[in-house]
T-cell receptor, first 112, second 110 residues
């Protein structure tokens, strides 16, 4: 079984719709992250959370919000989706000591 | 934050060694050098990391220059499954900043 899972894996939606992407992990890590990847580019950090009561903005948080429902669950919301939010979204966890990131399989989001 | 510079793309023949370079001239003394790779249609995965000494694991070797301003990821025998984007990342101990640049796209030719 995968350590970091994301649902849905693919989603097509329309401009203005609210979308939630969900992430669950079984690695027991406190730290979780949401990244966005655009074609030909690296990953950019949207939000991160060090524990259930901690939420921090990354470099591109505008237009996004997150919720850390439990140690194992971290969801990303687009309150009103727009076409330039079309991208591949990755959830990740990290081990505190090494900082190693463990990534989910990604969610491909298309906003029409 | 210290930045890394990598070639956009590289090509290798199957079963030959591959040396993927990374420049990080502004690295600080507490920065670890991490390498990740992203296979097609997957999330990035950890490959190797080091601080000062060269490192080996089952996936690859990491050679770090004596002045630490550059490093090289070495795949000893490239296979078709090694075709991926390889990212070189600097991370200070305990720090959370983990910047994924565009990386190097490695193509492996049969």
């Amino acid at each position: 079984d995968a350590d970091v899972t994301q649902t849905p894996r693919n989603r097509i939606t329309k401009t203005g719709k609210r979308i939630m992407l969900e992430c669950s992990q079984t690695k027991g890590h406190d730290r979780m992250y949401w990244y966005r990847q655009d074609p030909g580019l690296g990953l950019r950090l949207i939000y991160y959370s060090f524990d259930v009561k901690d939420i921090n903005k990354g470099e591109i948080s505008d237009g996004y919000s997150v919720s850390r429902q439990a140690q194992a669950k971290f969801s990303l919301s687009l309150e009103s989706a727009i076409p330039n939010q079309t991208a591949l979204y990755f959830c990740a966890t990290s081990d505190f000591e090494t900082g190693h990131r463990f990534f989910g399989p990604g969610t491909r989001l298309t906003v029409l | 934050d210290a930045k890394t510079t990598q070639p956009n793309s590289m090509e290798s023949n199957e079963e030959e060694p591959v040396h993927l370079p990374c420049n990080h001239s502004t690295i600080s003394g507490t920065d670890y050098i991490h390498w990740y790779r992203q296979l097609p249609s997957q999330g990035p995965e950890y490959v190797i990391h080091g601080l000062t000494s060269n490192v080996n694991n089952r996936m690859a070797s990491l050679a770090i220059a004596e002045d630490r301003k550059s490093s090289t990821l070495i795949l000893h025998r490239a296979t078709l499954r090694d075709a991926a984007v390889y990212y070189c990342i600097l991370r200070s101990w305990g720090g959370q900043n983990f910047v994924f640049g565009p990386g190097t796209r490695l193509s492996v030719l049969p």
